[in-house]
């Protein structure tokens, strides 16, 4: 299970990826990974597949381009950034069957409550 978390360091924005993970090698052990990435123009990922819908003119990154411009109309300009890394995270699944489709996203602003823009792990009422 992996989660990015973005959030405020000593010299402004940063974003840190956590893996937690099952190693089955000599014996099953539960381990966590944590890599603190710096900031870059594009949006990140540490998937190639995301990478390259992002940044490459593939046909795959063009076709995913094509159904990003039908889907973004149906969302308001306040929800349309999370909603294209929604798209790219499902977007990736398609290719990578490591990448689930299901998409929690927790929105933490700095020094406010945090509010869950969508959670398929709650119940509707309870979000």
């Known amino acids: 299970m992996g989660a990015f978390i973005v959030g405020w360091g000593e010299h402004g924005p940063l974003l840190v990826y956590d893996k937690v993970y099952l190693d089955e090698n000599?014996?099953?052990?539960?381990?966590a990974f944590q890599q603190v990435l710096p900031p870059r123009a594009s949006p990140y990922t540490t998937n190639g597949i995301t990478q390259e819908l992002i940044e490459s003119d593939s046909g795959r990154s063009r076709a995913s381009a094509a159904q990003w411009d039908v889907a973004r109309a149906g969302f308001s300009d306040q929800d349309v950034d999370w909603r294209?890394?929604?798209?790219?995270?499902?977007?990736?699944?398609?290719?990578?069957?490591?990448?689930?489709?299901?998409?929690?996203?927790?929105?933490i602003p700095k020094g406010g409550q945090a509010i869950w823009l969508q959670n398929a792990t709650c119940p509707e009422g309870r979000k």
């Open 26 to 31: 000599p014996l099953p052990t539960v381990r």
């Open 84 to 107: 294209k890394v929604e798209f790219l995270i499902k977007s990736t699944a398609d290719y990578d069957t490591s990448v689930g489709k299901t998409v929690n996203v927790l929105q």
